[in-house]
T-cell receptor, first 114, second 115 residues
Framework: EPEVTQTPSHQVTQMGQEVILRCVPISNHLYFYWYRQILGQKVEFLVSFYNNEISEKSEIFDDQFSVERPDGSNFTLKIRSTKLEDSAMYFC????????????FGSGTRLTVV | AQKITQTQPGMFVQEKEAVTLDCTYDTSDQSYGLFWYKQPSSGEMIFLIYQGSYDEQNATEGRYSLNFQKARKSANLVISASQLGDSAMYFCAMRRNQAGTALIFGKGTTLSVSS
């Protein structure tokens, strides 16, 4: 069964550093998403991406964040000048479009900012 | 704006019993989709069941069914014959029926199943 792959599974970074979280979406999916889940809390939408540009973003997704599809397979989330409150699980997801079973989530990257 | 409300922070059930997890939503859209996801302690998000706003019948997937009451804007998840492996966090989510739109999640309900 096709899956969304996220690397690394866990990343520890120092406050103020930049991190790049990587995702390989399902190959025939067209839409890509990043979500964030602070420990024990709800899953929050960050950004969606289609046709090499951002199609929707939340108020959380400010200038500290950026996304990129550097090649035909990877989808990355860059967080600049990390803060303690950026510590969370970050999920990548992809979808074909409006399919019933449309959203496939990766297993997440746990980011710890120290 | 869309909003999902899950009012039960935690639910407790015994093995083999049925349990209902509540979800209400708010949207001005006429066409939308409702989802339930399971998140075990290992952290991954597992899709359980989907209900379209125009579906006349309640969705079912094995032991999972969705009690959809459109007029009341509720989409409760019913798990029949609970198993120990059902212990997890459960999230209700919705999206507009427009390609590429994001899922909006509720705060989740922690289900604990005991023997």
């Amino acid at each position: 069964e096709p899956e969304v792959t996220q690397t690394p599974s866990h990343q520890v970074t120092q406050m103020g550093q930049e991190v790049i979280l990587r995702c390989v979406p399902i190959s025939n999916h067209l839409y890509f998403y990043w979500y964030r889940q602070i420990l024990g809390q709800k899953v929050e939408f960050l950004v969606s991406f289609y046709n090499n540009e951002i199609s929707e973003k939340s108020e959380i997704f400010d200038d500290q964040f950026s996304v990129e599809r550097p090649d035909g397979s990877n989808f990355t989330l860059k967080i600049r000048s990390t803060k303690l409150e950026d510590s969370a699980m970050y999920f990548c997801a992809s979808s074909e479009g409006l399919g019933v079973y449309g959203y496939t989530f990766g297993s997440g990257t746990r980011l710890t900012v120290v | 704006a869309q909003k999902i409300t899950q009012t039960q922070p935690g639910m407790f059930v015994q093995e083999k019993e049925a349990v209902t997890l509540d979800c209400t939503y708010d949207t001005s859209d006429q066409s939308y989709g409702l989802f339930w996801y399971k998140q075990p302690s290992s952290g991954e998000m597992i899709f359980l069941i989907y209900q379209g706003s125009y579906d006349e019948q309640n969705a079912t997937e094995g032991r999972y069914s969705l009690n959809f009451q459109k007029a009341r804007k509720s989409a409760n998840l019913v798990i029949s014959a609970s198993q120990l492996g059902d212990s997890a966090m459960y999230f209700c989510a919705m999206r507009r029926n427009q390609a590429g739109t994001a899922l909006i999640f509720g705060k989740g309900t922690t289900l604990s199943v005991s023997s």
